[in-house]
T-cell receptor, first 115, second 118 residues
């Protein structure tokens, strides 16, 4: 059981480039979400999904795009990378929204640097 | 809107001693959940303990326990018999509840970096 898998683990981008951070889970979890972690800021919610075909914005959605075509995958797209998007990105999932209060399963994170 | 405040950016404790990490939150909700997550240097986020707001009894998980003061909106974490492996960033987090379950999204504090010294 792999849990939540994030790829890549590290990435360096140039300003203006686009890329997709991958997140996949094999636990048949309906609820998936993306957070970014910045020094001194804790984790902040970017986007989330309560099931395939359904996504919604979190606290800091600007500059990011998501889609959920399957239950397993929830990719995060950076449309035109900016230095302000330098951060560590975490994907997290739970069985469903109602049971998220039992805790998430987190991926191991992607450290993104935009130069 | 809900907010979570951790007022101690860094703390240190000697091995085998007890340490308490502070967390306060602000909400107008009556149904919610509170969590402590641990992030060791490996970067992995690990759930340490959770508390349901409608339960008076403080949650306990082995050496970890909480002091939940609902009226004061305080949720501190006590680590007893500290071990070197407890060295990590600790995040307090809030989740709104809805009837029969939860809203799903976590609101995190900024974290407390705990160092356990030998």
């Amino acid at each position: 059981n792999a849990g939540v898998t994030q790829t890549p683990k590290f990435q360096v981008l140039k300003t203006g480039q686009s890329m997709t951070l991958q997140c996949a889970q094999d636990m048949n979890h309906e609820y998936m979400s993306w957070y970014r972690q910045d020094p001194g800021m804790g984790l902040r919610l970017i986007h989330y999904s309560v099931g395939a075909g359904i996504t919604d914005q979190g606290e800091v959605p600007n500059g990011y795009n998501v889609s959920r075509s399957t239950t397993e995958d929830f990719p995060l797209r950076l449309l035109s990378a900016a230095p302000s998007q330098t951060s560590v990105y975490f994907c997290a999932s739970s069985y469903n929204r109602d049971r998220a209060n039992y805790g998430y399963t987190f991926g191991s994170g992607t450290r993104l640097t935009v130069v | 809107a809900q907010t979570v405040t951790q007022s101690q950016p860094e703390m240190s404790v000697q091995e085998a001693e007890t340490v308490t990490l502070s967390c306060t939150y602000d909400t107008s909700e009556s149904n919610y959940y509170l969590f402590w997550y641990k992030q060791p240097p490996s970067r992995q986020m690990i759930l340490v303990i959770r508390q349901e707001a409608y339960k008076q009894q403080n949650a306990t998980e082995n050496r970890f326990s909480v002091n939940f003061q609902k009226a004061a909106k305080s949720f501190s974490l006590k680590i007893s018999d500290s071990q070197l492996g407890d060295t990590a960033m600790y995040f307090c987090a809030f989740m709104k509840g809805i009837y029969g379950g939860s809203q799903g999204n976590l609101i995190f504090g900024k974290g407390t970096k705990l160092s356990v010294k030998p």
